[in-house]
């Protein structure tokens, strides 16, 4: 893929005897909305945070930039050395549960990545944080502290915290999951700009509305595979396998299912 991001080759997680993911193939190129499909339990989290490095991989290749960049099991003369901190400039991570720092305000949660990994002076990181809080509408609350804001604002403070790496890529995991419905459309919102801004994103969901309206592809996962993927066009519309249209509320004929079913059943 021109312009490839992110790209993963016969990646496996095992948790003691459990196999999450499976030779899992994928990848997102640059300017691409990826939305990530699939029952729960499903390895669409365990995929992002292999992606992230926040959990290591048990076997397989993550390329960055067309580049090998991590290779397990490790051993044998193979030994990774990966800026870490480094690496999560590059690619961001947006979470279900916020994950703001509590004591510090808004601008402040914003402002700590650029100072601390990107050493910005105070006043430049500030200038950045306030700018992306008036980007997700949240300027008349950069002085606030996570606590005494809803839900939906504290994800969007998150988004911004995000984008104030000036990453390559975001990954979102279910971003929405842990909001009040009335939530969900406030960042919903401010992903569906950031799609059509060319932000590179991938995106772990239940949310079909906003994959068929946004994702340049589907990838639809089951037992730690990728089943089938696709345009969105395409998988909303034809896709191959009839377990596929199962997942995407296709198989009695409906188009206006909102959310992927929570169990595999």
Not at 61 to 82: D, K, S, V
Not at 241 to 265: F, H, M, N, W, Y
Request: hydrophobic share 40%; net charge positive.
């Amino acid at each position: 893929m021109a312009d490839q991001v992110l790209a993963t080759k016969a990646l496996c997680k095992d948790f003691g005897q459990s196999s999450v993911l499976a030779d899992v193939e994928f990848s997102i190129g640059k300017g691409e909305t990826v939305c990530i499909l699939g029952p729960s339990g499903s390895g669409k989290t365990t995929l992002l945070r292999c992606l992230n490095l926040l959990v290591e991989p048990t076997s397989g290749q993550l390329y960055f930039r067309g580049t090998l960049f991590g290779e397990w099991p490790l051993g044998r003369g193979n030994r990774n050395r990966i800026n870490l901190t480094k690496y999560r400039t590059h690619v961001a991570m947006v979470f279900q549960q916020f994950e703001l720092f509590p004591h510090l305000t808004a601008c402040e949660n914003v402002s700590l990545g650029p100072r601390r990994v990107l050493h910005l002076s105070k006043e430049a990181a500030k200038e950045r944080a306030l700018s992306l809080l008036d980007r997700v509408g949240l300027n008349a609350f950069a002085e606030a502290r996570p606590r005494t804001l809803s839900g939906g604002q504290q994800q969007r403070v998150a988004i911004a915290r995000a984008l104030a790496m000036k990453p390559d890529v975001i990954l979102f995991d279910e971003p929405t999951s842990a909001l009040d419905w009335e939530m969900v459309g406030e960042v919903l919102d401010i992903m569906a700009d950031l799609a059509v801004q060319g932000m590179t994103m991938v995106v772990v969901t239940h949310e079909l509305e906003f994959a068929r309206n946004c994702a340049d592809r589907v990838v639809v996962m089951e037992k730690g595979r990728i089943i089938e993927e696709g345009p969105t066009a395409k998988m909303f519309e034809s896709p191959n396998l009839p377990r596929t249209r199962e997942i995407l509320g296709l198989a009695d004929g409906g188009s206006r299912v909102r959310r992927v079913p929570k169990s595999s059943q």
